[in-house]
């Protein structure tokens, strides 16, 4: 079974954009039932100054993060649905 859902004070590790050194938030993630340490995680930057993001496009610098290995085996083709935080009717899949 498999929990989509970010977990309260879980810990994430810490992720950087590349681009604008700002921290990465974690903006959904799903969980392995059993172990909540296996799991995947999507990160996006939510700095409007940074670099690559694009307001028109909407997008801006995202990253999906793996646990490890099981993890990814797990969890590569499970969607990650997502609301961002500006646009409440604007929803992007990442995989
Ligand atoms: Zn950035």
Redesign the pocket.
């Known amino acids: 079974m498999l929990f989509g859902r970010i977990i309260p004070d879980f810990p994430y590790p810490q992720k950087i954009?590349?681009?604008?050194?700002?921290t990465?938030v974690v903006v959904n993630a799903v969980h392995w039932e059993g172990d909540p340490y296996q799991y995947k995680a999507l990160y996006l930057?939510p700095?409007g100054?940074?670099?690559?993001?694009d307001e028109g496009a909407k997008q801006?610098?995202a990253r999906i993060y793996y646990s490890g290995e099981d993890a990814f085996n797990y969890f590569r083709d499970v969607l990650i649905p997502v609301q961002r935080w500006t646009q409440e009717d604007l929803y992007s899949i990442y995989k």
């Not at 954009?17 to 700002?22: A, I, L, R, S, T």
């Open positions: 954009c590349p681009y604008c050194m700002k990465l930057d700095n100054e940074c670099p690559v993001y801006a610098y």
